[in-house]
């Protein structure tokens, strides 16, 4: 079945660039129909949404972070990418990967990665 | 502040049915559908319902959704000590370039 597991830097410094990445095993990202997106939750609080991307490379991003976000697919790797620049601790979340919907506009992300934790501290 | 507004807690007692609302605006739950994820403690949500009203396949019939105008509500019938975790409901917010918008959870507690 489809799974999804994100990696990267558990630690990243203020003002640096927070880089993560999804891999998906059991379907491809290239023959799918479906968005891929990026999930933050901040620990002890609700869940944000911070992009979504297609195959094709298209992007939607979340207007809060939009300045600071870039989403990327690479389906050589069936991976899709996550950079959020200038990181400050309000950045400090668990970030999770999901595929989305056929239409971005239908945000029926399933299945889930398991999470990573990423802190932003000097 | 969530654009979708959940109330922070519900409980319910075993076998009894609680339902939990979702409240939003003409842009986001009024012309779009509503999603509901389920979160137990330590793991990554899941999805419970999807547009609007549907299961997906493997989620037990206890749950379901429903929609009127800028508002939801999930329910849950049977209610089952398993059932205790974090619920949200989600949706496409029309605004601005478009965004997905979370309610901010709801922890349910199965006294």
């Known amino acids: 079945q489809l799974q999804l597991q994100e990696s990267g830097p558990g630690l990243v410094k203020p003002s640096e660039t927070l880089s993560l990445t999804c891999s998906v095993s059991?379907?491809?990202?290239?023959?799918?129909?479906?968005?891929w997106g990026w999930i933050r939750q901040p620990p002890g609080k609700g869940l944000e949404w911070i992009g979504s991307?297609?195959?094709?490379?298209?992007?939607y991003y979340h207007p809060s972070l939009k300045s600071r976000v870039t989403i990327s697919v690479d389906t050589s790797k069936n991976q899709f990418s996550l950079k959020l620049s200038s990181a400050t601790a309000a950045d400090t979340a668990v970030y999770y990967c999901?595929?989305?919907?056929?239409?971005?506009?239908?945000?029926?992300?399933?299945?889930w990665g398991q999470g990573t934790l990423v802190t932003v501290s000097s | 502040q969530s654009v979708l507004t959940q109330p922070p807690s519900a409980s319910g007692t075993p076998g009894q049915r609680v339902t939990i609302s979702c409240s939003g605006s003409s842009s986001n739950i009024g012309s779009n559908y509503v999603y509901w994820f389920q979160q137990l403690p330590g793991t990554a949500p899941k999805l419970l319902i999807h547009?609007?009203?549907q299961r997906p396949s493997g989620v037990p019939d206890r749950f379901s959704g429903s929609k009127s105008g800028t508002s939801a509500s999930l329910a849950i019938s049977g209610l089952r000590s398993e059932d205790e975790a974090d619920y949200y409901c989600?949706?496409?917010?029309?605004?601005?370039?478009?965004?997905?918008?979370f309610g901010g959870g709801t922890k349910l507690t199965v006294l």
């Open positions: 547009t609007n009203n």
């Open positions: 991307i297609y195959h094709s490379g298209s992007t």
């Open positions: 999901a595929r989305g919907g056929v239409v971005v506009a239908r945000p029926e992300f399933d299945p």
């Open positions: 059991g379907g491809s990202i290239r023959r799918s129909n479906y968005y």
């Open positions: 989600a949706a496409w917010d029309d605004s601005l370039s478009g965004l997905v918008v």
